[in-house]
């Protein structure tokens, strides 16, 4: 595991105090541990995969998750997403099952979001990592804090952002937006066990599109 992130550079600027603060250090020699005895997800080269597809200047919505999923072929870098050929998680199946009740899109046949993160969706998890098969086990290690640093410097350095707050642990991040700088839709998680609390039937993706429609922005075709 590489010791200097592989970041798009538009990144390296906000998250410079980030990236030398100790606790990344801290974060990193673990990671290096954790490799040499632990099979972990995202491989190496995808941990910063939701910087390197959405550059800095170029981020329109905000979807947080949580974790990595943590079996074979899964994670790769996207909160929600999975690799091509791999079968959609259950919370990725009620995206989609709002998705098209929202606007009518099929659901897609691949669960990979990389088409989203490429037109503006930066799908930040709160960690970036995860041992295989452990859920949470990278869970307060350091990413936390870097990843709430990458929230702040989004909600202090842009404008006009949407933010897209999924479930308890994603909602308690809108302390960190300034939201008289951006806008902020929250809802349940889209779990199976939340879902149908709030979820189905929130209309965020045609909202979304409905604030960057009118701040002159191109919608996104999700």
């Keep these: 595991m590489t010791i200097t992130p592989q970041i798009e550079d538009s990144w390296k ?4 105090e980030a990236f030398a603060h100790p606790s990344f250090a801290q974060l990193k020699a673990f990671l290096i541990e954790e490799k040499q005895q632990h099979t972990i997800f995202p ?3 995808l941990i910063f ?3 390197n597809l959405t550059p800095f200047q170029e981020v329109k919505v905000v979807i947080l998750g949580q974790d990595p999923y943590h079996d074979f072929k899964q994670a790769h870098g996207l909160c929600f997403s999975v690799q091509d050929g791999v079968p ?3 919370s ?15 659901v897609p046949e691949s669960g990979n979001l990389t088409r989203w993160a ?8 709160a960690t970036l990592t995860v041992r295989a098969h452990q859920a949470g086990s990278h869970q307060n290690r350091g990413w936390e804090q870097f990843t709430d640093a990458v929230i702040q410097q989004l909600s202090q350095k842009r404008e006009g952002l ?7 642990y994603a909602r308690a991040k809108a302390t960190l937006i300034d939201r008289s700088k951006h806008h902020i839709l929250e809802t349940v998680h889209p779990s199976p066990l939340s879902a149908y609390s709030g979820f189905f039937g929130c209309k965020h993706f045609s909202k979304t599109n409905e ?3 009118t701040l002159g922005k191109k919608e996104i075709e999700w």
């Design 118 to 125: 490429t037109q503006g969706v930066f799908l930040l998890n």
């Design 211 to 213: 604030i960057l429609r």
């Design 88 to 90: 959609h998680p259950k």
């Design 92 to 106: 990725l199946i009620n995206i989609f099952k709002e998705l098209n009740s929202d606007l009518g899109i099929p």
């Design 13 to 16: 600027p906000p998250l410079a």
């Design 43 to 45: 491989p190496g080269n």
């Design 49 to 51: 995969n939701a910087f």
């Design 162 to 168: 949407v933010f897209l707050l999924w479930g308890n």
